[in-house]
Structures are given as structure tokens and as C-alpha cells.
């Protein structure tokens, strides 16, 4: 069972590395494919996006002003939610929402090409699955999620505006304009960015979950699930660790 672990690690590790190189390749020789895998990831998920990042505003706007208001710092409540929305909550939500639409989906897509033989049959007619199949989707999916994570910033923000002029007693004018008093370009630039990454490792794990999926009809389900689980948890992690390079690189 170790031996085995350990071989799908360096599996996924070797798939993971030869992606990354045939990327610029895909970008050039399969424009149609990356823009197409971009539209399903962009368009499907930015509906969801938008209200995910409305409902996020509402919910941590009233949160927050009961907190604030018990310590007089009502004051403080569009820094502290904008700080908040953007520097985190907004990168690992649209990531998590991608992970969630396109792990099962694209760990099913390229199970049930493994299970009809089609990955096989592309290898022989000379496609790569790499260059033809995985390339293309990372490239999609590292595009899409850093722009629903903007779509999804914008939508958390409005939702601030409007809890704000519904509940609240500051005008909105002025209320927005305090949304940055506590954060600069230079700290939301980074935390959008690396949603790149996040989109990544979703593509990877939900790829490789589904090359690696049997034939039957109950390995493919099983391969969807994986996808979803094994890249939430990835982007986890790896959201751990560039924050803590960030924090690094910057002090």
C-alpha cells in the first residue's frame, strides 16, 4: 500500500512537470481548446461567483458591525470586511468554487476517456494526452480563477454597499472609500494572483484522478469525487504555503 502511495506521487509529480512545460505549447498550437475549457470555467462559474461574493459581503458586513459595535470601532467596518474579503476570503472561496464545479467534472471527463479507450486511441493517432487533454485545461482553469476571484471581490463588496445603506448610518460615498484604508494594490495584487496557482493544482489533481480511473461506471463517480476532495484539500495547503512566501518575499 506505501509503495503504491508512493508511486502515484511521483506519477502525479512527473504529470504535474510535464504539464507545466507543454503549457506554452498548448497555448500556441491549441488556442481554440484553451479558450474553450476557458469559457466552460469563466462562464459557468462566474454566476456563482457573483453570488457567492454577494452573499459573502451581506453576511460579513452584519457580522462584523455587531462585533465592531460592541467596542465603538464601527468606524473601522469597510477596512476590516474589505481587508478581509480580499486578502482571503475572496482567493480561497473562488478557488474552492472552481474546485468544486471542475474537479468532479473534469476527473469524470477524462475518466470516461479512460474508460472507452479514447486516451489510448489519442496516444496512437499521435494526440499526447498531456499536450492535448491536460495542457489546455490548466492553462484555462489559471486564467478563470483569478478572475472570478475579482468577480468574485467586486460582488462581496457591493453586498458591503448594500447591507450598508439598508442597516447602516454612514453614506455609502463615504463608507466605500474607507474600503482601503487598511490594505494597499501591493497586498491584494499577490492574494489575487495566486488563485493562478490554485487553478493549477485543481486542474492537475482533477486530471490526474481521472487518468487513473478504471472502467467501470462506479470508477468513474469514484474519480469525480476525488477530483473535488483531492483538490479542496490540495489548494488548502498549498494556499498555506504562498502565504507564507508572500510574507517572506515582502518583509
Same mark, same amino acid.
Given at each position: ?5 508512493? @508511486?502515484?506521487?511521483?506519477? *502525479? ?5 510535464? &504539464?507545466v512545460?507543454a ?10 481548446e484553451v ?14 461567483? $457573483? ?22 470601532? %464601527? ?7 474589505? $481587508? $478581509?474579503?480580499?486578502?482571503? &476570503? ?10 468544486? #464545479? ?12 479512460a $474508460?472507452?479507450? %479514447?486516451?489510448?486511441?489519442? %496516444? ?24 472570478? &476571484? ?13 447591507? %450598508? ?9 463615504? *463608507? @466605500? ?6 490594505? #494597499? ?9 495566486k ?9 492537475l ?7 487513473? &480511473? ?7 463517480? @469514484? ?12 489548494? *488548502? ?12 518575499? #515582502?518583509?
Amino acid at each position: 500500500m506505501g509503495f503504491e502511495w508512493f @508511486q502515484r506521487c511521483l506519477s *502525479f509529480v512527473d504529470l504535474s512537470w510535464a &504539464t507545466v512545460l507543454a503549457i506554452p505549447r498548448a497555448l500556441i498550437t491549441r488556442p481554440r481548446e484553451v479558450l474553450r475549457q476557458f469559457d466552460r470555467v469563466a462562464w459557468g462559474g462566474g454566476p456563482i461567483a $457573483a453570488v457567492a461574493g454577494l452573499s459573502i459581503g451581506l453576511v460579513t458586513w452584519m457580522q462584523l458591525r455587531r462585533l465592531l459595535l460592541i467596542y465603538g470601532a %464601527e468606524g473601522r467596518l469597510p477596512s476590516v470586511m474589505a $481587508a $478581509a474579503v480580499l486578502l482571503e &476570503t475572496g482567493p480561497i472561496l473562488a478557488s474552492l468554487l472552481v474546485a468544486g #464545479r471542475m474537479g468532479a467534472g473534469l476527473g469524470a471527463e477524462l475518466g470516461s476517456m479512460a $474508460a472507452s479507450e %479514447e486516451i489510448d486511441a489519442r %496516444e496512437v493517432l499521435g494526440a499526447p494526452t498531456i499536450g492535448s487533454l491536460i495542457a489546455p485545461r490548466a492553462v484555462a482553469c489559471m486564467l478563470a480563477v483569478p478572475l472570478l &476571484t475579482v468577480v468574485l471581490d467586486l460582488a462581496a463588496l457591493m453586498g458591503g454597499l448594500i447591507a %450598508e445603506g439598508i442597516g447602516g448610518n454612514s453614506p455609502l460615498l463615504l *463608507f @466605500q472609500t474607507h474600503y482601503f484604508d487598511f490594505i #494597499r494594490l501591493a497586498d491584494v495584487g499577490p492574494s489575487t494572483c495566486k488563485t493562478a496557482v490554485f487553478g493549477l493544482i485543481v486542474a492537475l489533481v482533477s486530471c490526474d484522478a481521472g487518468c487513473h &480511473t478504471g472502467r467501470s461506471t462506479e470508477e468513474i463517480g @469514484q474519480a469525480a469525487t476525488q477530483g473535488v476532495v483531492r483538490s479542496m484539500v490540495a489548494t *488548502f495547503l498549498v494556499n498555506v504555503l504562498l502565504v507564507l512566501i508572500l510574507r517572506a518575499v #515582502r518583509f
